[in-house]
């Protein structure tokens, strides 16, 4: 079956960077994008970016242009998403997401990212 | 424009059937897909493309949609219905960016 298995939560200071991790299993990873979902609590549904696994291409929302970066290694069918200079508002719980041509299908467990002094 | 709106709040009473609906200029080229939130669990996928259920989604879940107006019908409203609902389709720019709606909470009386 397709699980998509993220890193851990994690806690950063204002200005740092924090790099999630989201492992997939149970399918060809090269074969569906992968998309990055942020929640803020309370809040709904953000969409960050995607990227192909196969050829590593990238397309950010206008928002986090400049501070995220998606990548893969692909020989551990892991996807990464980084994100840098981060303020409170960034406090979220971020979500890979499988998709293909019409439709996102399969979720991530989502991670707790905390920023905070 | 590149955004997806939705009602806040909608409620439906127990066994009765509801629609949430989703608008925005993406959806008279792309469909929706809509998604089930429960509190503390990650979203999960209802309805994809012009009316297709995931498998283990009930049949009680149906899509449809109208020129710039997608539409989830749940037909007899289940206590384990209670939940936010999101719409998402592709932005209709070209340039391969998704949107989200805000969410709609339904509550199951």
């Known amino acids: 079956q397709v699980q998509l298995v993220q890193s851990g939560a994690e806690v950063k200071k204002p200005g740092a960077s924090v790099k999630v991790s989201c492992k997939a299993s149970?399918?060809?990873?090269?074969?569906?994008?992968i998309n990055w979902v942020r929640q803020a609590t309370g809040q709904g549904l953000e969409w960050m970016g995607w990227?192909?696994?196969?050829?590593?291409?990238?397309g950010y929302a206008q928002k986090f242009q400049g501070r995220v970066t998606m990548t893969r290694n692909t020989s551990i069918s892991t996807a990464y998403m980084e994100l840098s200079s981060l303020r409170s508002e960034d406090t979220a719980v971020y979500y890979c997401?499988?998709?293909?041509?019409?439709?996102?299908?399969?979720w991530g467990q989502g991670t707790l990212v905390t920023v905070s002094s | 424009s590149s955004e997806l709106t939705q009602d806040p709040a909608v409620s439906v009473a127990l066994g009765q059937t509801v629609r949430i609906t989703c608008q925005g200029d993406?959806?008279?080229?792309?469909?929706a897909s809509w998604y089930q939130q429960k509190p503390g669990q990650a979203p999960v996928l209802v309805i994809y493309?012009?009316?297709n259920r995931p498998s283990g989604i009930p049949d009680r879940f149906s899509g449809s949609s109208s020129g710039n107006t997608a539409s989830l019908t749940i037909t007899g409203a289940q206590a384990e219905d209670e939940a936010d609902y999101y719409c998402?389709?592709?932005?209709?720019?070209?340039?391969?960016?998704?949107?989200f709606g805000g969410g709609t909470k339904l509550t199951v009386l």
């Open positions: 997401a499988r998709g293909d041509s019409s439709e996102i299908d399969y």
């Open positions: 149970g399918y060809t990873f090269t074969s569906y994008d």
């Open positions: 990227m192909n696994p196969n050829s590593g291409n990238t």
């Open positions: 993406s959806l008279r080229s792309y469909y």
């Open positions: 493309g012009k009316n």
């Open positions: 998402n389709s592709r932005d209709s720019s070209g340039n391969h960016l998704e949107l």
